[in-house]
């Protein structure tokens, strides 16, 4: 059974522009959550999508959105890149939304210069 | 408070050793209480759970205490191996669908 896809691996982008991360759950599961992870901070929540609804939102400005499709693949846009948006972003995928056990991706590293 | 400090953030135990990691929480609506392990390049990975109605928690070389008076609820490795290097992660979930994950601590064990 495949894992958690996430692509592209890394991204380098400059202050100013737009990227767009994708995240292939493991088949049969509808939540897929995405994270921020950053040196000394851990894993700051983003959002969680589950039948493609957003279902919670961590305390991230309107610039970092997202969505699901109706095969569980999501997606996360943020808009006009900050210095500080560089981190590794992780998409975790699981069954329902107990999140008794999420999958986790290995992640876009995104560097903003 | 939807909160869950870890520490250390980071821990150096040398081969065989037993490697303690503390979590500590303020909100007792709490339900559930996984420990993730992150190897460098990869994403994090479910090590083992515990729920509050149990104190102890035994998987392997793995063990999660739970103080659940003290809200205090910890990670122990023993017989610790160079393999055993990564960062962890304790977190907490509430309200059935949310979870909060803790800082990290990087653990490295040296032969």
């Known amino acids: 059974k495949a894992g958690v896809t996430q692509t592209p691996r890394y991204l380098i982008k400059t202050r100013g522009q737009q990227v767009t991360l994708s995240c292939s759950p493991i088949s049969g599961h509808r939540s897929v959550s995405w994270y921020q992870q950053t040196p000394g901070q851990g894993l700051q929540f983003l959002f969680e999508?589950?039948?493609?609804?957003?279902?919670n939102k961590g305390n991230f400005p309107g610039r970092f959105s997202g969505r699901q499709f109706s095969n569980s693949r999501s997606e996360m846009n943020v808009s006009t890149l900050e210095l500080g948006d560089s981190a590794l972003y992780l998409c975790a995928s699981s069954r329902d939304l107990a999140k008794n056990i999420q999958y986790f991706g290995a992640g876009t590293r995104l560097s903003v210069l | 408070q939807q909160q869950v400090k870890q520490s250390p953030q980071s821990l150096i135990v040398q081969k065989g050793g037993i490697s303690i990691i503390n979590c500590a929480y303020e909100?007792?609506?709490?339900?559930?209480f996984p420990w993730y392990q992150q190897f460098p390049g990869k994403g994090p990975a479910l090590l083992i759970a515990i729920r509050p109605d149990v104190s102890e928690k035994k998987e392997g070389r793995f063990t999660i205490s739970f103080n659940k008076s003290a809200k205090q609820f910890s990670l122990h490795i023993m017989d610790s191996q160079p393999g055993d290097s990564a960062t962890y992660f304790c977190?907490?979930?509430?309200?059935?669908?949310?979870?909060?994950f803790g800082t990290g601590t990087r653990l490295q064990v040296f032969p």
């Open positions: 999508y589950f039948s493609e609804t957003q279902r």
């Open positions: 909100n007792t609506a709490f339900d559930y």
């Open positions: 977190a907490a979930r509430y309200n059935t669908d949310k979870l909060i």
